[in-house]
RNA sequence: GCCCCGGUGGUGUAGCCCGGUCAAACAUGCGGGCCUUUCGAGCCCGCGCCCCGGGUUCAAAUCCCGGCCGGGGCACCA
Protein backbone atom coordinates (compact mmCIF):
# COMPACT_ATOMS: atom_id res chain seq x y z
CA UNK A 1 0.00 0.00 0.00
CA UNK A 2 1.22 3.51 -0.37
CA UNK A 3 2.16 5.66 2.12
CA UNK A 4 -0.50 7.74 3.64
CA UNK A 5 0.22 11.49 4.05
CA UNK A 6 0.80 13.19 7.34
CA UNK A 7 0.60 9.90 9.02
CA UNK A 8 2.94 8.99 11.91
CA UNK A 9 3.67 5.67 13.54
CA UNK A 10 1.09 5.27 16.42
CA UNK A 11 -0.89 8.45 15.67
CA UNK A 12 -3.00 7.33 12.76
CA UNK A 13 -6.75 7.08 14.27
CA UNK A 14 -9.23 5.86 11.41
CA UNK A 15 -12.75 4.83 10.92
CA UNK A 16 -15.61 3.29 9.15
CA UNK A 17 -19.18 5.06 9.56
CA UNK A 18 -21.70 3.05 8.15
CA UNK A 19 -25.30 3.18 8.27
CA UNK A 20 -27.00 0.19 9.67
CA UNK A 21 -29.51 0.62 7.82
CA UNK A 22 -28.68 -2.35 5.20
CA UNK A 23 -25.67 -5.56 5.44
CA UNK A 24 -22.14 -4.96 4.68
CA UNK A 25 -21.19 -5.36 1.16
CA UNK A 26 -18.30 -5.30 -1.13
CA UNK A 27 -18.80 -1.94 -1.74
CA UNK A 28 -18.15 -0.45 1.22
CA UNK A 29 -15.66 -2.97 2.32
CA UNK A 30 -12.99 -0.53 0.02
CA UNK A 31 -13.42 2.26 2.89
CA UNK A 32 -13.55 -0.18 5.77
CA UNK A 33 -10.62 -2.48 4.37
CA UNK A 34 -8.25 0.45 3.75
CA UNK A 35 -9.34 2.56 7.03
CA UNK A 36 -8.44 -0.48 9.07
CA UNK A 37 -5.16 -1.55 6.93
CA UNK A 38 -4.00 1.56 7.16
CA UNK A 39 -4.81 2.03 11.04
CA UNK A 40 -2.30 -1.77 11.39
CA UNK A 41 0.23 -0.85 9.46
CA UNK A 42 1.07 2.40 11.11
CA UNK A 43 0.20 0.97 14.72
CA UNK A 44 -2.71 3.24 15.10
CA UNK A 45 -6.53 3.03 15.91
CA UNK A 46 -9.18 1.93 13.67
CA UNK A 47 -12.68 2.75 14.86
CA UNK A 48 -16.43 1.30 14.02
CA UNK A 49 -18.91 3.72 13.98
CA UNK A 50 -22.75 3.74 13.82
CA UNK A 51 -23.89 6.62 11.84
CA UNK A 52 -27.49 5.52 12.58
CA UNK A 53 -29.09 9.39 12.86
CA UNK A 54 -31.59 9.02 10.57
CA UNK A 55 -34.22 7.10 11.78
CA UNK A 56 -37.20 8.31 9.32
CA UNK A 57 -35.64 7.51 5.31
CA UNK A 58 -32.56 5.47 6.30
CA UNK A 59 -33.50 3.70 9.31
CA UNK A 60 -30.99 1.83 11.11
CA UNK A 61 -32.59 -1.64 11.89
CA UNK A 62 -30.80 -3.41 14.78
CA UNK A 63 -29.49 -6.69 13.08
CA UNK A 64 -27.43 -4.55 10.94
CA UNK A 65 -25.54 -3.67 13.91
CA UNK A 66 -24.53 -7.08 14.84
CA UNK A 67 -23.79 -7.91 11.28
CA UNK A 68 -21.73 -5.24 10.39
CA UNK A 69 -19.67 -5.93 13.30
CA UNK A 70 -20.04 -9.71 12.80
CA UNK A 71 -18.93 -9.68 9.17
CA UNK A 72 -15.73 -6.97 9.94
CA UNK A 73 -14.51 -9.15 12.49
CA UNK A 74 -14.73 -11.92 10.34
CA UNK A 75 -12.80 -9.99 8.15
CA UNK A 76 -10.30 -9.76 10.08
CA UNK A 77 -10.39 -5.96 11.60
CA UNK A 78 -9.12 -5.79 15.03
CA UNK A 79 -12.10 -2.67 15.81
CA UNK A 80 -10.09 -0.47 18.63
CA UNK A 81 -13.57 0.90 19.60
CA UNK A 82 -17.15 0.90 19.18
CA UNK A 83 -19.25 4.54 19.22
CA UNK A 84 -22.52 4.57 18.04
CA UNK A 85 -23.81 8.23 17.07
CA UNK A 86 -27.41 7.40 18.61
CA UNK A 87 -25.68 7.42 22.10
CA UNK A 88 -24.12 10.60 21.29
CA UNK A 89 -27.08 12.73 20.46
CA UNK A 90 -26.25 15.46 23.97
CA UNK A 91 -22.78 15.76 22.66
CA UNK A 92 -24.36 16.97 19.55
CA UNK A 93 -26.44 19.16 21.70
CA UNK A 94 -23.84 20.73 22.79
CA UNK A 95 -21.60 21.54 20.30
CA UNK A 96 -24.43 23.21 18.25
CA UNK A 97 -25.52 25.16 21.28
CA UNK A 98 -21.56 26.73 21.14
CA UNK A 99 -22.13 27.34 17.45
CA UNK A 100 -25.32 29.55 18.37
CA UNK A 101 -23.95 31.00 21.25
CA UNK A 102 -20.70 32.14 19.02
CA UNK A 103 -23.38 33.80 16.00
CA UNK A 104 -22.15 30.77 13.74
CA UNK A 105 -25.39 28.86 14.04
CA UNK A 106 -28.67 29.76 13.60
CA UNK A 107 -32.22 28.25 14.18
CA UNK A 108 -34.23 28.56 10.52
CA UNK A 109 -37.88 28.33 10.73
CA UNK A 110 -38.53 29.39 6.83
CA UNK A 111 -39.92 27.01 4.85
CA UNK A 112 -37.98 24.39 2.83
CA UNK A 113 -38.58 25.90 -0.11
CA UNK A 114 -38.46 29.53 0.88
CA UNK A 115 -35.41 28.69 2.00
CA UNK A 116 -33.87 27.38 -1.02
CA UNK A 117 -34.89 30.41 -2.77
CA UNK A 118 -33.06 32.55 -1.07
CA UNK A 119 -30.15 30.33 -0.97
CA UNK A 120 -29.62 30.40 -4.58
CA UNK A 121 -29.99 34.02 -4.72
CA UNK A 122 -27.07 34.01 -2.19
CA UNK A 123 -29.76 35.96 0.50
CA UNK A 124 -30.08 35.58 4.05
CA UNK A 125 -32.96 34.08 5.45
CA UNK A 126 -34.89 36.40 7.91
CA UNK A 127 -33.81 34.12 10.73
CA UNK A 128 -29.65 34.22 10.08
CA UNK A 129 -29.11 37.04 11.85
CA UNK A 130 -31.13 37.57 14.27
CA UNK A 131 -29.79 38.17 17.61
CA UNK A 132 -28.19 35.10 19.93
CA UNK A 133 -30.67 35.03 22.40
CA UNK A 134 -33.52 34.79 20.15
CA UNK A 135 -31.82 31.95 18.17
CA UNK A 136 -30.97 30.18 21.77
CA UNK A 137 -35.20 30.39 22.89
CA UNK A 138 -35.84 29.13 19.16
CA UNK A 139 -33.17 25.94 19.86
CA UNK A 140 -35.12 25.07 23.59
CA UNK A 141 -38.42 25.53 21.42
CA UNK A 142 -37.29 22.67 19.24
CA UNK A 143 -35.43 20.68 22.17
CA UNK A 144 -39.18 21.22 24.11
CA UNK A 145 -41.31 19.78 21.25
CA UNK A 146 -42.53 23.18 20.80
CA UNK A 147 -41.96 22.90 16.65
CA UNK A 148 -42.88 20.04 14.92
CA UNK A 149 -41.18 18.17 12.30
CA UNK A 150 -40.33 20.65 9.17
CA UNK A 151 -41.20 23.66 11.05
CA UNK A 152 -37.29 24.17 12.35
CA UNK A 153 -33.78 23.24 11.09
CA UNK A 154 -30.55 24.58 12.44
CA UNK A 155 -27.96 25.83 10.10
CA UNK A 156 -24.70 26.60 10.21
CA UNK A 157 -23.51 29.57 8.85
CA UNK A 158 -21.45 29.78 5.58
CA UNK A 159 -20.22 31.92 3.03
CA UNK A 160 -23.69 33.06 1.53
CA UNK A 161 -21.97 33.55 -1.87
CA UNK A 162 -20.72 30.39 -2.34
CA UNK A 163 -20.07 29.26 -5.56
CA UNK A 164 -21.75 26.08 -4.76
CA UNK A 165 -25.26 26.99 -3.29
CA UNK A 166 -25.40 23.55 -1.84
CA UNK A 167 -23.27 24.58 0.36
CA UNK A 168 -24.64 27.96 1.66
CA UNK A 169 -26.21 27.73 5.52
CA UNK A 170 -26.20 23.99 5.29
CA UNK A 171 -28.82 22.40 7.90
CA UNK A 172 -27.29 20.33 10.56
CA UNK A 173 -29.96 19.11 12.77
CA UNK A 174 -33.82 18.59 12.43
CA UNK A 175 -36.88 17.57 14.39
CA UNK A 176 -38.23 14.28 13.67
CA UNK A 177 -41.82 14.25 15.09
CA UNK A 178 -41.97 10.51 16.11
CA UNK A 179 -38.47 8.99 15.65
CA UNK A 180 -39.09 5.71 17.21
CA UNK A 181 -35.68 4.74 16.88
CA UNK A 182 -34.23 1.43 17.35
CA UNK A 183 -32.26 1.95 19.62
CA UNK A 184 -33.11 5.20 21.68
CA UNK A 185 -36.98 5.16 20.91
CA UNK A 186 -38.88 8.23 21.33
CA UNK A 187 -36.13 9.80 23.86
CA UNK A 188 -35.06 12.16 21.03
CA UNK A 189 -36.81 14.52 18.69
CA UNK A 190 -33.93 16.96 17.28
CA UNK A 191 -31.94 14.41 14.94
CA UNK A 192 -28.56 15.82 13.84
CA UNK A 193 -27.88 15.22 10.04
CA UNK A 194 -24.74 13.30 8.55
CA UNK A 195 -22.14 16.22 7.84
CA UNK A 196 -22.77 17.90 11.32
CA UNK A 197 -22.66 14.13 13.42
CA UNK A 198 -19.87 13.24 11.07
CA UNK A 199 -18.05 16.44 11.63
CA UNK A 200 -18.04 16.76 15.55
CA UNK A 201 -17.27 12.83 15.79
CA UNK A 202 -14.68 12.90 13.79
CA UNK A 203 -13.02 15.46 15.76
CA UNK A 204 -13.97 13.87 18.84
CA UNK A 205 -12.90 11.02 18.64
CA UNK A 206 -9.66 12.17 17.15
CA UNK A 207 -9.76 10.80 13.60
CA UNK A 208 -6.76 11.54 11.96
CA UNK A 209 -7.75 10.25 8.45
CA UNK A 210 -10.54 9.73 6.82
CA UNK A 211 -11.80 7.36 3.33
CA UNK A 212 -14.35 7.73 1.56
CA UNK A 213 -16.13 7.90 -1.59
CA UNK A 214 -16.11 10.60 -3.64
CA UNK A 215 -19.68 11.80 -3.71
CA UNK A 216 -18.34 12.88 0.18
CA UNK A 217 -16.11 15.35 -1.35
CA UNK A 218 -18.43 18.35 -0.63
CA UNK A 219 -19.12 17.54 2.57
CA UNK A 220 -15.75 17.78 3.36
CA UNK A 221 -16.49 21.65 2.42
CA UNK A 222 -19.24 22.26 4.81
CA UNK A 223 -17.81 20.36 7.38
CA UNK A 224 -14.85 22.38 7.39
CA UNK A 225 -16.85 25.20 8.18
CA UNK A 226 -17.27 23.55 11.62
CA UNK A 227 -13.83 23.10 11.85
CA UNK A 228 -12.69 26.93 11.25
CA UNK A 229 -15.28 28.03 13.72
CA UNK A 230 -13.99 25.42 16.75
CA UNK A 231 -10.67 26.28 15.89
CA UNK A 232 -9.88 22.63 15.18
CA UNK A 233 -7.61 20.69 12.79
CA UNK A 234 -9.52 18.93 9.54
CA UNK A 235 -8.31 15.02 9.20
CA UNK A 236 -6.57 13.79 5.69
CA UNK A 237 -9.47 12.70 3.75
CA UNK A 238 -8.57 10.64 0.81
CA UNK A 239 -11.77 10.45 -1.21
CA UNK A 240 -12.05 7.04 -3.55
CA UNK A 241 -14.38 5.80 -6.52
CA UNK A 242 -17.20 3.31 -6.44
CA UNK A 243 -16.11 -0.13 -6.29
CA UNK A 244 -18.39 -2.66 -8.17
CA UNK A 245 -18.66 -6.26 -9.18
CA UNK A 246 -18.71 -7.33 -12.39
CA UNK A 247 -22.87 -7.80 -12.76
CA UNK A 248 -23.19 -7.79 -9.30
CA UNK A 249 -25.90 -5.63 -7.52
CA UNK A 250 -24.44 -3.90 -4.36
CA UNK A 251 -27.22 -1.20 -3.84
CA UNK A 252 -29.20 -1.69 -0.75
CA UNK A 253 -32.29 -0.76 -2.36
CA UNK A 254 -32.48 -2.82 -4.68
CA UNK A 255 -31.41 -5.63 -2.74
CA UNK A 256 -34.13 -5.18 0.12
CA UNK A 257 -36.84 -4.75 -2.62
CA UNK A 258 -35.86 -7.99 -4.12
CA UNK A 259 -35.71 -9.34 -1.18
CA UNK A 260 -39.45 -8.40 -0.30
CA UNK A 261 -40.41 -9.25 -3.69
CA UNK A 262 -38.91 -12.68 -2.86
CA UNK A 263 -36.62 -12.94 -5.53
CA UNK A 264 -33.41 -13.12 -3.47
CA UNK A 265 -32.81 -15.75 -1.08
CA UNK A 266 -32.05 -13.09 1.67
CA UNK A 267 -29.42 -10.40 2.27
CA UNK A 268 -26.75 -13.32 2.02
CA UNK A 269 -28.48 -14.76 -1.60
CA UNK A 270 -25.24 -15.60 -3.33
CA UNK A 271 -26.21 -13.74 -6.24
CA UNK A 272 -25.21 -10.69 -3.92
CA UNK A 273 -22.47 -8.79 -3.19
CA UNK A 274 -23.22 -8.85 0.60
CA UNK A 275 -19.99 -9.90 2.09
CA UNK A 276 -22.24 -11.90 3.81
CA UNK A 277 -23.00 -13.49 0.52
CA UNK A 278 -19.63 -14.23 -0.62
CA UNK A 279 -18.77 -15.62 2.55
CA UNK A 280 -21.31 -18.23 1.60
CA UNK A 281 -20.00 -18.82 -1.73
CA UNK A 282 -16.99 -19.76 -0.21
CA UNK A 283 -14.81 -16.48 -0.61
CA UNK A 284 -12.57 -16.42 2.00
CA UNK A 285 -12.00 -13.08 3.67
CA UNK A 286 -8.07 -12.87 2.68
CA UNK A 287 -9.00 -12.43 -0.96
CA UNK A 288 -11.40 -9.72 -0.46
CA UNK A 289 -8.99 -7.92 1.63
CA UNK A 290 -6.01 -8.87 -0.99
CA UNK A 291 -8.74 -7.69 -4.10
CA UNK A 292 -9.13 -4.47 -2.35
CA UNK A 293 -5.57 -3.82 -1.48
CA UNK A 294 -4.76 -4.13 -4.85
CA UNK A 295 -7.79 -2.23 -6.54
CA UNK A 296 -6.39 0.57 -4.01
CA UNK A 297 -7.74 4.49 -3.62
CA UNK A 298 -8.35 5.94 -6.84
CA UNK A 299 -10.84 8.51 -7.49
CA UNK A 300 -12.23 6.80 -10.29
CA UNK A 301 -14.68 4.23 -10.15
CA UNK A 302 -13.74 1.12 -10.16
CA UNK A 303 -15.70 -2.19 -11.79
CA UNK A 304 -13.61 -5.64 -10.88
CA UNK A 305 -14.30 -8.87 -12.59
CA UNK A 306 -15.49 -12.11 -10.74
CA UNK A 307 -12.46 -13.47 -12.82
CA UNK A 308 -10.33 -11.54 -10.23
CA UNK A 309 -11.98 -12.27 -7.11
CA UNK A 310 -12.07 -16.36 -8.27
CA UNK A 311 -8.62 -16.46 -9.05
CA UNK A 312 -6.97 -15.23 -5.81
CA UNK A 313 -9.73 -17.21 -3.95
CA UNK A 314 -8.52 -20.14 -5.76
CA UNK A 315 -5.08 -19.66 -4.80
CA UNK A 316 -6.23 -19.71 -1.07
CA UNK A 317 -8.59 -22.41 -0.87
CA UNK A 318 -7.02 -24.75 -3.33
CA UNK A 319 -4.76 -26.34 -0.79
CA UNK A 320 -7.57 -26.65 1.86
CA UNK A 321 -10.23 -27.93 -0.08
CA UNK A 322 -10.78 -31.80 -0.35
CA UNK A 323 -11.94 -33.62 -3.79
CA UNK A 324 -15.05 -35.54 -4.55
CA UNK A 325 -16.94 -36.72 -6.91
CA UNK A 326 -20.32 -34.71 -7.54
CA UNK A 327 -21.86 -35.60 -10.16
CA UNK A 328 -24.74 -33.13 -11.86
CA UNK A 329 -27.88 -34.47 -13.29
CA UNK A 330 -27.10 -38.13 -13.37
CA UNK A 331 -27.39 -40.60 -16.23
CA UNK A 332 -26.85 -44.54 -15.13
CA UNK A 333 -23.99 -45.89 -16.97
CA UNK A 334 -24.57 -50.30 -17.26
CA UNK A 335 -20.70 -51.60 -17.65
CA UNK A 336 -20.82 -55.25 -18.64
CA UNK A 337 -17.50 -57.49 -18.47
CA UNK A 338 -16.56 -55.05 -15.26
CA UNK A 339 -15.72 -57.35 -12.50
CA UNK A 340 -15.78 -56.04 -8.42
CA UNK A 341 -13.20 -52.72 -8.14
CA UNK A 342 -12.78 -50.03 -5.58
CA UNK A 343 -11.37 -46.88 -6.19
CA UNK A 344 -9.12 -45.34 -3.93
CA UNK A 345 -8.80 -41.83 -4.86
CA UNK A 346 -6.91 -39.51 -2.87
CA UNK A 347 -8.79 -36.20 -1.00
CA UNK A 348 -6.39 -34.05 -1.86
CA UNK A 349 -4.03 -34.93 -4.73
CA UNK A 350 -1.01 -32.97 -3.00
CA UNK A 351 -1.38 -34.38 -0.13
CA UNK A 352 -1.97 -37.86 0.45
CA UNK A 353 -1.72 -37.96 3.90
CA UNK A 354 -4.99 -36.89 4.38
CA UNK A 355 -6.44 -40.13 3.47
CA UNK A 356 -8.47 -41.53 0.75
CA UNK A 357 -11.71 -42.04 -0.01
CA UNK A 358 -13.07 -45.21 -1.57
CA UNK A 359 -15.78 -45.65 -3.96
CA UNK A 360 -16.85 -49.24 -4.78
CA UNK A 361 -17.66 -50.81 -7.36
CA UNK A 362 -19.89 -53.58 -8.13
CA UNK A 363 -20.96 -55.73 -11.49
CA UNK A 364 -24.84 -55.57 -11.98
CA UNK A 365 -25.02 -52.07 -10.43
CA UNK A 366 -24.76 -48.94 -12.62
CA UNK A 367 -22.34 -46.15 -12.11
CA UNK A 368 -23.76 -42.42 -12.46
CA UNK A 369 -22.25 -39.86 -14.60
CA UNK A 370 -23.12 -36.17 -15.31
CA UNK A 371 -25.61 -35.49 -18.35
CA UNK A 372 -22.52 -32.85 -18.73
CA UNK A 373 -20.34 -34.75 -20.18
CA UNK A 374 -22.80 -36.40 -22.61
CA UNK A 375 -21.12 -35.44 -25.83
CA UNK A 376 -18.37 -37.63 -24.76
CA UNK A 377 -20.46 -40.64 -24.75
CA UNK A 378 -20.86 -41.43 -28.52
CA UNK A 379 -21.02 -45.21 -29.56
CA UNK A 380 -17.52 -46.63 -30.58
CA UNK A 381 -15.74 -43.74 -28.35
CA UNK A 382 -13.69 -44.83 -25.26
CA UNK A 383 -13.65 -42.98 -21.74
CA UNK A 384 -12.00 -42.96 -18.65
CA UNK A 385 -13.54 -43.39 -15.57
CA UNK A 386 -11.45 -41.33 -13.20
CA UNK A 387 -9.32 -43.99 -10.79
CA UNK A 388 -11.99 -46.92 -12.06
CA UNK A 389 -11.21 -48.48 -15.42
CA UNK A 390 -11.48 -47.29 -19.29
CA UNK A 391 -14.74 -48.64 -20.67
CA UNK A 392 -15.90 -48.54 -24.71
CA UNK A 393 -19.44 -47.18 -25.10
CA UNK A 394 -21.52 -49.27 -26.57
CA UNK A 395 -25.30 -47.67 -26.58
CA UNK A 396 -26.44 -44.65 -25.67
CA UNK A 397 -29.96 -43.30 -24.91
CA UNK A 398 -31.41 -39.83 -23.64
CA UNK A 399 -31.65 -41.54 -20.13
CA UNK A 400 -29.14 -44.47 -19.67
CA UNK A 401 -25.75 -45.31 -21.48
CA UNK A 402 -24.27 -49.30 -22.23
CA UNK A 403 -21.02 -49.43 -22.20
CA UNK A 404 -18.44 -52.42 -21.98
CA UNK A 405 -15.11 -52.77 -20.25
CA UNK A 406 -11.83 -51.96 -21.56
CA UNK A 407 -8.64 -51.90 -19.31
CA UNK A 408 -7.91 -51.21 -15.98
CA UNK A 409 -4.54 -49.35 -16.84
CA UNK A 410 -4.25 -45.37 -16.94
CA UNK A 411 -1.83 -45.97 -19.39
CA UNK A 412 -4.26 -46.98 -22.05
CA UNK A 413 -5.88 -43.98 -21.83
CA UNK A 414 -3.12 -41.38 -21.52
CA UNK A 415 -1.61 -43.08 -24.30
CA UNK A 416 -4.93 -42.66 -26.69
CA UNK A 417 -5.69 -39.35 -25.16
CA UNK A 418 -9.07 -40.73 -23.96
CA UNK A 419 -11.20 -38.56 -22.05
CA UNK A 420 -11.38 -38.84 -18.18
CA UNK A 421 -15.14 -38.31 -16.64
CA UNK A 422 -15.92 -38.04 -12.81
CA UNK A 423 -18.59 -41.21 -11.34
CA UNK A 424 -20.25 -42.44 -8.61
CA UNK A 425 -21.68 -45.47 -7.62
CA UNK A 426 -24.20 -44.67 -5.56
CA UNK A 427 -24.41 -40.99 -3.47
CA UNK A 428 -26.45 -38.97 -1.80
CA UNK A 429 -28.84 -36.71 -2.98
CA UNK A 430 -27.09 -32.94 -3.41
CA UNK A 431 -27.80 -29.71 -4.70
CA UNK A 432 -25.75 -27.15 -5.92
CA UNK A 433 -26.35 -23.41 -6.67
CA UNK A 434 -25.08 -21.83 -8.84
CA UNK A 435 -25.94 -18.22 -9.40
CA UNK A 436 -25.48 -17.09 -12.81
CA UNK A 437 -25.71 -12.99 -12.80
CA UNK A 438 -29.05 -12.40 -11.79
CA UNK A 439 -30.61 -16.29 -12.07
CA UNK A 440 -29.56 -18.55 -8.94
CA UNK A 441 -29.47 -22.62 -10.84
CA UNK A 442 -30.00 -25.21 -9.09
CA UNK A 443 -28.05 -28.76 -9.87
CA UNK A 444 -29.41 -31.49 -8.42
CA UNK A 445 -27.05 -34.69 -8.57
CA UNK A 446 -25.03 -37.20 -6.56
CA UNK A 447 -22.30 -36.93 -4.40
CA UNK A 448 -20.10 -39.70 -3.07
CA UNK A 449 -22.19 -41.20 -0.80
CA UNK A 450 -19.48 -41.06 2.07
CA UNK A 451 -18.60 -38.26 1.40
CA UNK A 452 -17.49 -36.60 5.06
CA UNK A 453 -18.42 -33.32 4.53
CA UNK A 454 -19.39 -30.32 7.40
CA UNK A 455 -21.40 -26.99 6.82
CA UNK A 456 -18.67 -24.53 5.72
CA UNK A 457 -16.23 -26.74 4.85
CA UNK A 458 -15.03 -25.52 1.19
CA UNK A 459 -14.52 -28.21 -1.15
CA UNK A 460 -13.60 -28.96 -4.71
CA UNK A 461 -16.22 -31.06 -6.87
CA UNK A 462 -14.08 -32.33 -9.25
CA UNK A 463 -14.43 -31.14 -12.58
CA UNK A 464 -17.25 -29.05 -11.47
CA UNK A 465 -16.12 -26.39 -8.99
CA UNK A 466 -15.06 -25.58 -5.95
CA UNK A 467 -18.22 -25.13 -3.32
CA UNK A 468 -18.93 -24.00 0.04
CA UNK A 469 -21.03 -26.69 1.59
CA UNK A 470 -24.25 -24.50 2.95
CA UNK A 471 -26.44 -27.42 4.75
CA UNK A 472 -26.51 -31.18 5.43
CA UNK A 473 -29.90 -32.41 6.93
CA UNK A 474 -31.07 -35.58 6.55
CA UNK A 475 -28.22 -37.12 4.41
CA UNK A 476 -28.91 -34.49 2.07
CA UNK A 477 -26.35 -31.85 0.82
CA UNK A 478 -26.84 -28.41 -0.31
CA UNK A 479 -23.30 -26.56 -1.90
CA UNK A 480 -22.83 -23.21 -3.01
CA UNK A 481 -20.80 -22.46 -5.64
CA UNK A 482 -18.00 -20.77 -5.68
CA UNK A 483 -15.93 -20.85 -8.78
CA UNK A 484 -14.21 -22.79 -11.20
C1' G B 1 -27.94 24.41 -15.54
C1' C B 2 -24.10 25.02 -11.60
C1' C B 3 -19.92 22.75 -8.82
C1' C B 4 -16.24 18.72 -8.10
C1' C B 5 -13.41 14.41 -9.82
C1' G B 6 -11.51 10.99 -13.24
C1' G B 7 -9.88 8.63 -18.38
C1' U B 8 -3.06 3.25 -19.13
C1' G B 9 -4.45 -3.87 -22.73
C1' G B 10 -11.13 -7.57 -22.00
C1' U B 11 -10.71 -6.55 -16.36
C1' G B 12 -7.86 -4.48 -12.20
C1' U B 13 -3.40 -2.14 -10.73
C1' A B 14 1.85 0.29 -11.40
C1' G B 15 4.22 4.44 -13.99
C1' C B 16 2.17 10.66 -14.24
C1' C B 17 3.78 14.91 -8.77
C1' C B 18 10.08 15.09 -10.09
C1' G B 19 9.51 14.54 -18.88
C1' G B 20 14.24 10.54 -21.50
C1' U B 21 16.18 4.15 -18.92
C1' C B 22 8.23 3.23 -21.09
C1' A B 23 5.76 1.02 -27.93
C1' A B 24 5.25 0.55 -21.19
C1' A B 25 5.42 -3.54 -15.87
C1' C B 26 2.40 -7.03 -12.69
C1' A B 27 -2.03 -9.85 -11.94
C1' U B 28 -6.22 -11.79 -14.25
C1' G B 29 -8.35 -13.18 -19.02
C1' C B 30 -8.02 -15.36 -23.90
C1' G B 31 -5.32 -18.79 -27.76
C1' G B 32 -1.54 -22.68 -28.29
C1' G B 33 2.20 -26.26 -26.32
C1' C B 34 4.54 -29.28 -22.30
C1' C B 35 3.45 -31.66 -17.77
C1' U B 36 -0.40 -33.90 -14.80
C1' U B 37 -5.41 -39.86 -13.30
C1' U B 38 -10.28 -33.80 -12.31
C1' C B 39 -9.94 -28.90 -12.09
C1' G B 40 -6.22 -26.05 -10.80
C1' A B 41 -1.18 -25.28 -10.15
C1' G B 42 3.66 -25.26 -12.71
C1' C B 43 6.72 -24.39 -17.19
C1' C B 44 7.01 -22.37 -22.40
C1' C B 45 5.01 -19.41 -26.55
C1' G B 46 1.41 -15.96 -28.33
C1' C B 47 -2.83 -11.87 -28.05
C1' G B 48 -3.74 -7.12 -26.29
C1' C B 49 -3.22 -0.59 -23.72
C1' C B 50 -1.07 5.14 -22.80
C1' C B 51 -9.35 8.75 -24.90
C1' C B 52 -8.76 12.57 -29.12
C1' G B 53 -6.52 17.11 -31.11
C1' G B 54 -3.12 20.88 -30.62
C1' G B 55 1.11 23.16 -27.88
C1' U B 56 5.97 23.27 -25.01
C1' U B 57 10.55 20.34 -25.66
C1' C B 58 16.23 17.58 -28.59
C1' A B 59 12.60 14.23 -26.00
C1' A B 60 5.57 13.53 -23.42
C1' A B 61 1.65 8.08 -20.93
C1' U B 62 4.11 11.90 -17.94
C1' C B 63 3.84 19.28 -18.43
C1' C B 64 0.07 23.15 -20.77
C1' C B 65 -4.55 24.27 -23.58
C1' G B 66 -9.00 22.60 -25.95
C1' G B 67 -12.39 18.72 -26.94
C1' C B 68 -14.78 14.07 -26.12
C1' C B 69 -16.29 10.35 -22.76
C1' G B 70 -17.28 8.57 -17.77
C1' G B 71 -18.41 9.22 -12.47
C1' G B 72 -20.11 12.15 -8.38
C1' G B 73 -22.55 16.31 -5.81
C1' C B 74 -26.36 20.22 -5.95
C1' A B 75 -31.96 16.59 0.40
C1' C B 76 -34.69 19.11 6.96
C1' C B 77 -30.42 10.99 3.26
C1' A B 78 -25.91 8.77 4.65
Same mark, same amino acid.
Given at each position: ????????????????????D??????????????????R??????I?????????????????????????????????????????????????????K???????????????????K???????????????????K??N???????????????????????????????????????????????????????????????????????H???????????????????V?V????????????????????????????W?D??????????????????IR =? !????? *? #???? +?T? $??? %??????????????A??????????????????????????????????????????????????????????????????????EI????????????????????????????????E???????V???? =? !????? *? #???? +??? $??? %?????F???G?????????G????I????
Open positions: MPPLPKAEKGKVVTRFAPNPGAFHLGNARAAILSHEYALYDGKFLRFDDTDPKVKRPEPIFYEWIKEDLEWLGFKIDEIHIASDRLEIYYNYAEKLIMGKAYVCTCKPEKFRELRDGIACPHRDEPVEVQLERWRMLGEYKEGEAVVRIKTDLSHPNPAVRDWPALRIIDNPNHPRTGNKYRVWPLYNFASAIDDHELGVTHIFRGQEAENETRQRYVYDYFGWEYPTHHGRLSIEGVILSKSKTRKGIEEGKYLGDPRLGTIRALRRRGIRPEA =E !LIIEV *G #LKRS +DT $VSW %DNLAAINRRIVEPINRYFFVADPVPMYIEGAKEFTAEIPLHPDYPERGVRKLKFEPGKPVYVSRDDMELFKPGNFVRLKDLFNVLEVSEDSIKARFHSVDYEIARENRWRMVHWVTGKPCEVLPEGD =E !LLVRN *G #LLEA +DAD $VKV %DDIVQERFFVRIDEVKDKVRAFAHK
